[in-house]
């Protein structure tokens, strides 16, 4: 299989011979032409290694994000869900961003690649959605249905009563300066106060506690 770079689009060429349709994906920059490239090959690889097919109106998650595949003059056309997870519109430019911008800060740590899904809760005090810049934020083994992260800033004083949770990927759209931290693992804790610290906390990783401490590095 090939992929074909036009521009600021890309698609496969050799899918056909498989029985399947060929895929094309659009970004908004050449820059993030070649991450376009790797999303089509993570797909073509996944199609070719299980026999599967993907057909119209077909969603696939690319890491953090969520892709649907559209019928359009005869190619399978990569859309996305927008920022705020209302709509799917064409193209993968959020999709790639993340993951580009995730595994860029995971790579950094040494840590695995984690991204919770959109639809999961995370914890968050007043100042996050507002944008204050201190934030900090630590991940918990949590059930399935929350993200394990907990999001304070200066704000928070410690009452616990005052915190709520939201759908993550409300959080990263009104925030997209910490879409590239939340798929940090379970264990990982970062403050942005005074730059970015990013640090691994085995007390926070094997806890059967939530608590959202205001802890530097050790």
């Not at 895929?23 to 199609?47: D, G, M, N």
């Not at 949770?165 to 005074?194: K, Q, S």
Request: charged share 25%.
């Amino acid at each position: 299989m090939e992929i074909i770079h036009e521009g600021t689009s890309v698609r496969t060429k050799g899918l056909a011979r498989l029985g399947a349709r060929e895929l094309c994906a659009h970004v908004s920059t050449p820059e993030l032409a070649s991450e376009a490239e790797a999303f089509l090959r993570h797909i073509a690889t996944y199609l070719e290694a299980t026999g599967a097919s993907l057909q119209h109106g077909e969603t696939f998650a690319y890491g953090y994000w969520l892709t649907k595949f559209m019928g359009i003059d005869g190619l399978l056309e990569a859309w996305e869900y927008k920022a705020d997870a209302t709509d799917f519109v064409p193209g993968v430019t959020l999709t790639v961003t993340y993951w580009r911008d995730q595994h860029r800060i995971c790579d950094l740590q040494n840590a695995e690649f984690h991204p919770p899904r959109p639809d999961r809760l995370t914890v968050i005090s007043a100042g996050v959605l507002e944008g204050d810049p201190d934030i900090q934020g630590v991940r918990y083994p949590s059930p399935e249905h929350m993200s394990g992260w907990w999001l304070t800033t200066n704000r928070f004083d410690g009452d616990t009563k005052s915190l709520r949770t939201m759908h993550t990927h409300h959080v990263t759209a009104a925030r997209p300066d910490l879409a590239a931290l939340i798929a940090l693992p379970y264990g990982f804790r970062f403050d942005l106060e005074h730059g970015q610290d990013i640090w691994f906390d085995e007390r926070v990783a094997t806890s059967d506690v939530m608590s959202p401490r205001r802890d530097g590095p050790t």
